[in-house]
Every structure is written in structure tokens, then in C-alpha cells.
């Protein structure tokens, strides 16, 4: 009787059809380190350009990596799409991003090439997939942050590109149009 119930349960689910296949999992997942080398090739090369709110709300996920006795760690968090610039994402998008814990002092250069979760605020992102997932990363990792403060970008020290500094969005979107057809 039980496998009567078993092969009907296989039957009107149609898992035996059907094999299901893992998604990779998210400690799993490699962000792209890759740095560009202007901000052209920076929106050249993501294919969403986004104005997001970022919750600090995170999840984390542990990585088989370590790096200078800190254990690497991929973070998930969730960002409201308030406009694109490029590319047609959804309301909601899922980005990864990868840390280190415990957290390193402020001077250390692994905070450069493992950034973590962004913290709480409105942001234009550079997007990039991450293959076989419904997750993006941050393309370039810092180039491709650029914070909003008073409707107008803010460039990173030592990371984003000046020419994206200080921009209104109405003047972002027209250097942005000049390289993204």
C-alpha cells in the first residue's frame, strides 16, 4: 500500500518525469573579482545598471575558502529596483557578494577585494549574472558602487571612476547613452 501511495504521489508531482536539477549552492558561488579599466568598459561589460535601495538585511553563507586565517563568505541581499538604466530587471533582484569573518580592520586590503554586503541605501549598481543562477554581483566589485547622496553619485576613493562622480541621474543617463546602445 505504501508504494501504491509513493508512485502516485511520483505520478501527480511528476518527479520521476522530470528530474530536478540542484542549484549551485551559494557558498558555492565564484563573484567575479574582475576589475575594468573605464567606466565605458564598466557599463559595457554589466548587463543591468541599476538605481536600487539596499536593506542591510543580509544572509550568510560559508565558503571552503579561507584567506589570512578569515574564513570568505558569500552574502545574499535583496535589492528594491526603483529604475534601470540598463537591461530589464525585476523588482527584487538577489546579489551576491563575498566577505570576510571575522571582519578585518578598516586598513586591510582584503576589505577592497571582499566588500561584503552593502550597507543600507540608495545606490546606481553595476550588474553582472553570476552563470547558472538567478543571482547578480556587483561588477568590478567597488568600481561598480556608486552611493547616492542628495540625487547626485558619489565615486569611491581609489575605486570608482571620477568621470561617474557627482553626477545628477539625469546626467548620469546621458553618459550612460553615449556607450550603451
Same mark, same amino acid.
Request: charged residues 15%.
Given at each position: 500500500?505504501?508504494?501504491? =501511495?509513493?508512485?502516485? #504521489?511520483?505520478?501527480?508531482? &511528476?518527479?520521476?518525469?522530470?528530474?530536478?536539477?540542484?542549484?549551485?549552492?551559494?557558498?558555492? @558561488?565564484?563573484?567575479?573579482? $574582475?576589475?575594468? &579599466?573605464?567606466?565605458?568598459?564598466?557599463?559595457?561589460?554589466?548587463?543591468?545598471?541599476?538605481?536600487?535601495?539596499?536593506?542591510?538585511?543580509?544572509?550568510?553563507?560559508? $565558503?571552503?575558502? $579561507?584567506?589570512?586565517?578569515?574564513? *570568505?563568505?558569500? !552574502?545574499?541581499? $535583496?535589492?528594491?529596483?526603483?529604475?534601470?538604466?540598463?537591461?530589464?530587471?525585476?523588482?527584487? *533582484?538577489? =546579489?551576491?557578494? +563575498?566577505?570576510? %569573518?571575522?571582519?578585518?580592520?578598516?586598513?586591510?586590503? *582584503?576589505?577592497?577585494?571582499?566588500?561584503?554586503? #552593502?550597507?543600507?541605501?540608495?545606490? =546606481?549598481?553595476? #550588474? /553582472?549574472?553570476?552563470?547558472?543562477?538567478?543571482?547578480?554581483?556587483? +561588477?568590478? #566589485?567597488? /568600481?561598480? =558602487? !556608486?552611493? *547616492? !547622496? /542628495? &540625487?547626485?553619485?558619489?565615486?569611491? %576613493?581609489?575605486?570608482?571612476?571620477?568621470? @561617474?562622480?557627482?553626477?545628477?541621474?539625469?546626467?548620469? %543617463? @546621458?553618459?550612460?547613452?553615449?556607450?550603451?546602445?
Amino acid at each position: 500500500m505504501f508504494y501504491r =501511495v509513493l508512485l502516485a #504521489l511520483f505520478v501527480l508531482t &511528476g518527479s520521476f518525469l522530470f528530474p530536478v536539477s540542484a542549484a549551485p549552492a551559494i557558498g558555492d @558561488l565564484e563573484v567575479d573579482a $574582475t576589475t575594468v &579599466g573605464s567606466w565605458q568598459e564598466l557599463a559595457k561589460r554589466s548587463e543591468l545598471i541599476v538605481i536600487a535601495w539596499a536593506d542591510s538585511a543580509h544572509h550568510s553563507y560559508p $565558503t571552503r575558502h $579561507t584567506v589570512d586565517d578569515a574564513k *570568505l563568505v558569500n !552574502y545574499t541581499q $535583496t535589492l528594491q529596483i526603483k529604475k534601470a538604466l540598463k537591461g530589464s530587471p525585476p523588482r527584487l *533582484l538577489n =546579489v551576491v557578494s +563575498t566577505g570576510v %569573518e571575522p571582519l578585518p580592520d578598516a586598513s586591510s586590503p *582584503l576589505n577592497i577585494k571582499y566588500p561584503g554586503p #552593502l550597507g543600507e541605501g540608495n545606490y =546606481v549598481l553595476f #550588474l /553582472q549574472p553570476i552563470k547558472g543562477t538567478s543571482y547578480y554581483s556587483i +561588477t568590478g #566589485l567597488w /568600481q561598480g =558602487v !556608486y552611493p *547616492l !547622496y /542628495q &540625487g547626485r553619485t558619489i565615486a569611491l %576613493e581609489g575605486a570608482g571612476f571620477a568621470d @561617474l562622480n557627482q553626477l545628477s541621474l539625469a546626467e548620469l %543617463e @546621458l553618459k550612460l547613452k553615449s556607450v550603451i546602445p
